[in-house]
Structure formats: C-alpha cells, structure tokens
C-alpha cells in the first residue's frame, strides 16, 4: 500500500509562532501536508502519522521561495486554538466598545 498525503489550507486571523519555525509568522494562510503511512498486518485498513508539514515563504523572496518545515501536529493545534481564543477576545472588545 501506498502513503497516504493529506493537504489543508490553515488561516491564521494573528502572528503566530511554532516550535520548529524560527520567527513568528504573519497572519495568512498557509499549506499543511500529512503523510501517513499503511500499518501493516491488521485485519482492518490503518495508518500512522509519518509527517506533518507547513509550507512557509522565504522572508526575503516571499512568492519566489518556499520551504517545508516539519511540525508537530500538536504545536499546530495549539497555535491554531491561540489564534482563535485571540479573535473571540478581540471580538468580545469590540462588541463592548459597540454597547457602551
């Protein structure tokens, strides 16, 4: 059996960070690639998580240069919910500063 590759766009609303990337990243969205992998000798179709990647643009030549930088999924999960506890708290500011 072969690998399977699974592709899902991300938005971050905020700058974000990760483990494994270098500098916070600008808000934007961006490729996340997942390769799992056939386990063998069950009795039932499974896979394992072999990788998981965000595609990133070059500082310098942002549309000219990309890079794939492994992640683990859970630091991505993390700066996934960051973000979004970050837009409800920017939300609920801004429908206070409506009522007041």
Known sequence: MQDRITLRMVTFLHP???????EERPAGTYEIETTEAPINGLSVLGYRRVSTTIDLPSNRYAMLSRQRVDIDPRDLEAAEKRDAAMEARAAAASAKQVGS
Request: charge should be negative; hydrophobic fraction near 55%.
């Open 16 to 22: 974000f960070s990760l483990a494994g990337v270098e």
